[in-house]
């Protein structure tokens, strides 16, 4: 089964911060560029992050730009974002998606949750 | 920074088409893509590349695309169409969603 599975989410103070996983089962995870995508509650999608096959280009929302790190693991199947200087707007639940270039974003997580509070 | 505009809400009548739209700038000359998202869950992709469906999407979605606006189009909508729906775009190397609109079946 194709599969997506976040982790790492939790309670973070502002200024904080956070590594979530995204571990991938059910296909070879080297194909596909992956994404961070975030959604706060009651809101809509927005775009967080999205790397290459290979690792080798990353490109950020501005809104993160600089404060956040994604990168990936092709031997342990993994996507991760590093998220640093925690803000109370960064609270969200936050998705890893897959997609191949032109092909959108078949196949997503069940998605984990940042609260970023005092 | 690109930006991509969706009506808040769409009512339709089981059994009618609902066209839902997403506006930007010369979208035309790229591809448009649509999501499904239901209360509790992830989003689901039902339209890429304006107007392909992946594997397992009903035939009653149907997209299209040219000069400013996408429109998903939802044939016969049934109940369980209810949802929130979400437009994609790229922008260059980042990606771009709209601001979704929410499907009322009633």
């Known amino acids: 089964e194709v599969q997506l599975v976040e982790s790492g989410g939790g309670l973070v103070q502002p200024g904080g911060s956070l590594r979530l996983s995204c571990v991938a089962s059910g296909f070879t995870f080297s194909y596909y560029w992956m994404h961070w995508v975030r959604q706060a509650p009651g809101k809509g999608l927005v775009w967080v992050s999205r790397?290459?096959?290979?690792?080798?280009?990353?490109t950020y929302a501005d809104s993160v730009k600089g404060r956040f790190t994604i990168s990936r693991d092709t031997a342990k199947n993994t996507l991760y974002l590093q998220m640093n200087s925690l803000r109370a707007e960064d609270t969200a639940v936050y998705y890893c998606a897959r997609s191949q270039p032109s092909d959108g974003m078949d196949v997503w997580g069940q998605g984990t949750t940042v609260s970023v509070s005092s | 920074s690109y930006e991509l505009t969706q009506p808040p809400s769409v009512s339709v009548s089981p059994g009618q088409a609902a066209s839902i739209t997403c506006s930007g700038d010369?979208?035309?000359?790229?591809?448009a893509y649509w999501y499904q998202q239901k209360p509790g869950q992830s989003p689901v992709l039902v339209i890429y590349?304006?107007?392909k469906r992946p594997s397992g999407i009903p035939e009653r979605f149907s997209g299209s695309n040219s000069g400013n606006t996408a429109t998903l189009t939802i044939s016969g909508t049934q109940a369980m169409d209810e949802a929130d729906y979400y437009c994609?775009?790229?922008?260059?190397?980042?990606?771009?969603f709209g601001g979704g609109t929410s499907l009322t079946v009633l």
């Open positions: 790397i290459n096959s290979d690792g080798s280009t990353t």
């Open positions: 010369k979208l035309g000359d790229t591809y």
């Open positions: 994609q775009a790229w922008d260059s190397t980042t990606v771009v």
């Open positions: 590349q304006d107007k």
